[in-house]
């Protein structure tokens, strides 16, 4: 039996709300941690009319608008699993990362199994916070992007953009991975 070659994802999501079914999954952004290959990003149709006037303010995204231009949450799912197995290659085993990957893990994991029945990603959900904390030993409250990226000299800043926020997590993984090589 042949061990599978991990890639790490750097995934973001931006919604309606605090949680999968009631509220709608409005982009995804993601990346490898490495920085090799093409990024992804999209933008999605609202599933309800529920939403959380912070969570869309914060964004700038718009139900209606979304309505319009988004992708259906099944071409976004499909593209997106697509979009993993090229980046991965047929040898690699994807791993999602997350900052608060709880949050955003569970949103992708429902959205892939509600629109396609899996989840490329199983039940792999790898927590930037976390493994900050476990290396640092700092507290809860030290985990915050902000935080970690001061204390590791990253110059980079996240915006509440799915893309930009998945690559600014990518840098502070590697940044935490790499301190640890040293």
Known sequence: MSKLNEVFISVDVETSG???????LLSIGACRTDG?????????????E????????????SLEALEL??????EAMDS???????VTGPSGSPVFVGLNASFDWSFINY?????LGENPFGFTALDIKSLYMGSYATSWADT???????KLKVEATGNHNAL???????????????????
């Open 18 to 24: 605090p949680v999968p079914g009631k509220y709608s």
């Open 36 to 48: 090799l290959g093409p990024t992804f990003s999209c933008e999605i149709k609202p599933t309800s």
């Open 50 to 61: 529920y939403y959380v006037p912070e969570a869309l303010e914060v964004t700038g995204l």
């Open 69 to 74: 231009k988004g992708l259906t949450p099944y």
């Open 80 to 86: 997106f699993k697509s979009w993993i197995a090229s």
């Open 111 to 115: 959205y892939f199994h509600i629109y």
């Open 144 to 150: 915050r992007s902000s935080r970690i990226a001061k």
């Open 164 to 182: 930009k926020d998945a690559e600014y997590q990518a840098i502070l993984f590697k940044a935490i991975i790499d301190s640890e090589k040293n």
